[in-house]
């Protein structure tokens, strides 16, 4: 059972916990990462509609996803009211304005938080409001609707001026004005040195965007004027107490070493799983929204992310493709394997990430990665990313767990299916 490590953890607690921490420290002769746990919430879902369903069925919705572990609900890009969220003057304001506070008031009933969609750069050409000197030359821009240029989202610079007196008081305007429970940030951000001609580092005065003003270091590690623009949002949505979720684009990241985020989204439009895992192992709290053209195994979704403290995103439909026919990962499966990382991620929880751990697993093959999450509990988390079944020798006394299974102990010899996940329970 949970409980809560500041008032709820008894000395026994306190001393096996430290006690286990000590044990995988001596174990571990190397690792990718480590991370303690504080406030960590894997459970993020992606709402069904872009408007407030029936009532009742959201009630029995929130109510299972609370039981599960589920804390946050993302409301989509479709949530906005019609002439805003791209192109207006407020920006940010639901389309169903009482609806939307009784769906927040309903989530919140549940424990549940719910995060809007926003975007820090997209802004579609056709609005009143829009200035083309704040954005980049249209041949650039997001085309939404193939039948329609009308629809095409403009690139807007991080380091303009008037993109940014614009942009930022619809931040403060939405948190002043509802009661979410902080962004998420869709960013919509070209990198100039990806996308367009490094030249332009070479003029004194860069022209791409009209209205913009170079301050800080742009290039293929530094991400600057969009560090200082997201500062100033995550500031103010952390001063608030509430949670910034973004997402750069596919299986990319902001280039900035500042905490500038709670979580992020990865995975979106990419095809291969073990590309997307390549590209995202280091990031910090991803949340993969990956939803491949053809069916891949239900494990391959937690195969990839559990070694790396990251978890699918939960959804009951594709959003962020355009065939509704693309494989998700099962909305009832996902809440089941939730349930089972909530427990192994709870607060004071030290992480040991891809670890060579020899005084726990003597022996491995080499395409096993081994994670740790330590706390009053030492879980393993065992995943072979060959094709080959692999060999593994354990030291200690295991159980291995599944969501819906009992617990089983293993041998302190086995093998490793090719492609296998497993997940082991330290016992005493």
């Not at 993020?44 to 009532?55: A, F, L, M, V």
């Not at 072979?384 to 200690?396: A, D, I, M, R, T």
């Amino acid at each position: 059972m949970r409980k809560d490590i500041l008032r709820d953890y008894t000395r026994q607690d306190h001393r096996q916990r430290l006690l286990n921490i000590r044990q995988a420290r001596e174990a571990v002769t190397d690792c990718r990462k480590t991370e303690l746990l504080m406030g960590y919430e894997p459970g993020q879902y992606i709402y069904h509609s872009s408007q407030p369903g029936d009532p009742k069925e959201d009630a029995t919705l929130f109510e299972r996803m609370a039981k599960a572990g589920v804390k946050y609900i993302y409301t989509w890009s479709g949530w906005a009211a019609p002439g805003h969220r791209w192109d207006g003057d407020p920006m940010f304001v639901p389309g169903d304005e009482q609806g939307a506070r009784r769906f927040l008031e309903l989530a919140h009933s549940y424990g549940l938080k719910v995060l809007p969609y926003t975007s820090t750069n997209f802004f579609v050409r056709r609005s009143p409001y829009f200035n083309p000197d704040w954005a980049y030359d249209a041949s650039y821009d997001l085309k939404l609707r193939l039948d329609d240029p009308s629809w095409d989202l403009a690139h807007c610079s991080p380091n303009s001026p008037g993109w940014r007196s614009h942009l930022l008081r619809q931040y403060v305007n939405l948190l002043d004005n509802f009661d979410y429970d902080g962004v998420y940030v869709d960013s919509g951000y070209i990198r100039r040195c990806d996308y367009i001609s490094a030249m332009q580092y070479y003029e004194k005065e860069p022209v791409m965007v009209k209205d913009e003003i170079m301050a800080f270091a742009e290039d293929a590690d530094h991400d600057g004027g969009m560090e200082d623009l997201l500062s100033m949002i995550s500031a103010e949505v952390r001063r608030r107490g509430k949670t910034i979720s973004v997402f750069k684009e596919g299986t990319d990241r902001f280039r900035t070493d500042k905490d500038i985020f709670d979580y992020m989204l990865a995975g979106e439009c990419a095809t291969d799983i073990d590309f997307v895992r390549e590209r995202i192992r280091d990031y910090k709290h991803v949340m993969l929204d990956f939803s491949p053209p053809a069916p891949i195994p239900e494990d391959e979704y937690y195969l990839n992310t559990l070694p790396f403290l990251h978890f699918p995103m939960l959804k009951r439909l594709a959003v962020t493709v355009p065939d509704p026919n693309s494989i998700i990962p099962d909305f009832d499966t996902g809440l089941k394997w939730l349930s089972l990382f909530k427990d192994m991620t709870e607060d004071g929880t030290f992480c040991f990430i891809d670890a060579k751990c020899p005084g726990i697993v003597p022996q491995k093959s080499d395409d096993i990665v081994c994670t740790l999450y330590v706390n009053r509990e030492t879980y393993l988390v065992l995943a072979n990313f060959s094709q080959e079944p692999g060999k593994v020798v354990l030291n200690g006394k295991y159980a291995s767990l599944r969501p819906d299974e009992e617990e089983k102990p293993v041998a302190n010899e086995l093998t490793l299916d090719g492609r296998g996940l497993l997940i082991l329970k330290k016992g005493n």
